[in-house]
Nanobody, 122 residues
């Protein structure tokens, strides 16, 4: 059973940085794509970033490109989301997701974590 546990959320001022972590277990993640999504209050969940575990290739939403970086640690089976130059509009619950695939994509994920809150104050 794949399990994903997010951590690292919190309150930060605009312009600041946070690093989210997603501890993954229960799967052969070398064959997976991993992703971060977010959902702001009253809005639909949206794609943020994805990484193909085997190659490390990445894919970002335009709204975070150049500010956020997704990466993975093979030994710890952990995925990170480094968030810099944070804006109030980045405020949301951030979710980690996973799916067995050969392509990093913005949709179609099978497994989800419970999320971690990120709040950016102005």
């Amino acid at each position: 059973q794949v399990q994903l546990v997010e951590s690292g959320g919190g309150l930060v001022q605009a312009g600041g940085s946070l690093r989210l972590s997603c501890a993954a277990s229960g799967g052969t993640f070398s064959r997976y794509a991993m992703a971060w999504f977010r959902q702001a209050l009253g809005k639909k969940r949206e794609f943020v970033a994805a990484i193909l575990w085997s190659s490390g290739s990445t894919y970002y939403a335009d709204s975070v490109k150049g500010r956020f970086t997704i990466s993975r640690d093979n030994i710890e089976t952990t995925v990170y989301l480094e968030m810099n130059s944070l804006k109030p509009e980045d405020t949301a619950v951030y979710y980690c997701a996973a799916k067995p695939t050969v392509v990093a994509a913005a949709s179609g994920y099978d497994y989800w974590g419970r999320g971690t809150q990120v709040t950016v104050s102005s």
